[in-house]
């Protein structure tokens, strides 16, 4: 149980793009689904926080009009990387919460790997 | 200070052995605590979660959770090759997101 899937699991993309993450809980409603991001070599860094059916919280530096997050349904939330850069290329990983999860356990998807050329 | 400290590493134990890894958080209203692996080009797995002082064991893992001295470990008994990775330590208030450590890289030897 509490599996979350990503897609894609990774893409490369042309810098000026935009690119579209999508993040689904398979068994499990998730009420809340946080993205992170990862720099080789550092620990994960929260970007923000997504609740079902509400608006984003996002972390200190991270520009909300750059990485418009959507949690329309307690399955699915989904992270567009706007106007893409090369120093936006990472390992982008989403995860989830919610009912029918242990409380608190946070469950990864895969992640995606983006690289902007 | 970092909310969650953890030593980088490596931390190299021979196969079989007692791989020890420790976890020091700063904020004593955190809640959860939890124990994830960390392959590399991979997403973070669950190891362990812990809520109460004390010892904790699943198979060959045990975490262990000193609230008064802001201290979590996790020991792995019989240490494999396939345990090398990197363990990160993660903590919360009820709720909301997980605050990670910088993760310990563990490198067991054949």
């Known amino acids: 149980g509490a599996v979350v899937s990503q897609h894609p699991s990774w893409v490369i993309c042309k810098s000026g793009t935009s690119v579209k993450i999508e993040c689904r809980s398979l068994?499990?409603?998730?009420?809340?689904m946080f993205w992170y991001r990862q720099f080789p070599k550092q620990s994960l860094m929260l970007m923000a926080t997504s609740n079902e059916g509400s608006k984003a919280t996002y972390e200190q530096g991270v520009e909300k009009d750059k990485f418009l997050i959507n949690h329309a349904s307690l399955t699915l939330s989904t992270l567009t990387v706007t106007s893409a850069h090369p120093e936006d290329s990472s390992f982008y990983i989403c995860s989830a919460r919610g009912a029918g999860t242990t409380t608190d356990t946070q469950y990864f998807g895969p992640g995606t790997r983006l690289t902007v050329l | 200070q970092k909310e969650v400290e953890q030593n980088s590493g490596p931390l190299s134990v021979p196969e079989g052995a007692i791989a020890s890894l420790n976890c020091t958080y700063s904020?004593?209203?955190?809640?959860?605590f939890f124990w994830y692996r960390q392959y590399s080009g991979k997403s973070p797995e669950l190891i362990m979660s812990i809520y109460s002082n004390g010892d904790k064991e699943d198979g060959r893992f045990t975490a262990q959770l000193n609230k008064a001295s802001q201290y979590v470990s996790l020991l792995i008994r019989d240490s494999q090759p396939s345990d090398s990775a990197t363990y990160l330590c993660?903590?919360?208030?009820?709720?909301?997101?997980?605050?990670f450590g910088s993760g310990t890289r563990l490198q067991v030897q054949p």
């Open positions: 993660a903590v919360n208030r009820r709720r909301r997101a997980l605050t």
């Open positions: 068994d499990f409603q998730a009420t809340t």
């Open positions: 904020d004593r209203g955190s809640q959860s």
